[in-house]
């Protein structure tokens, strides 16, 4: 499902205009963004699940084409544990 399909969705179950979803997702996509930036960033939805940031370490890597060693620095990344009824459902 795409972004366009989702706001498309989500005006006609809620009997709003697309322009409405799409500022809403928006804003909750922002809110959610802001959210994982903090030090600590932890956003749970109940039900649906937790996206929370993880910090990857840096490591060796190795280029596929060419066989040679790389490094690869470190980094922050977004972790998503799904709730359980979601899991449920899925």
Known sequence: MTKAELVEKAAKDAGISKAAANAALDSAI??????LKKKDGKVTLVGFGTFSKVRRKARKGRNPQTGEAIKIKARNAVKFTPGKKLRDAV
Do not use: V
């Open 30 to 35: 922002d809110g959610i963004t802001k959210a």
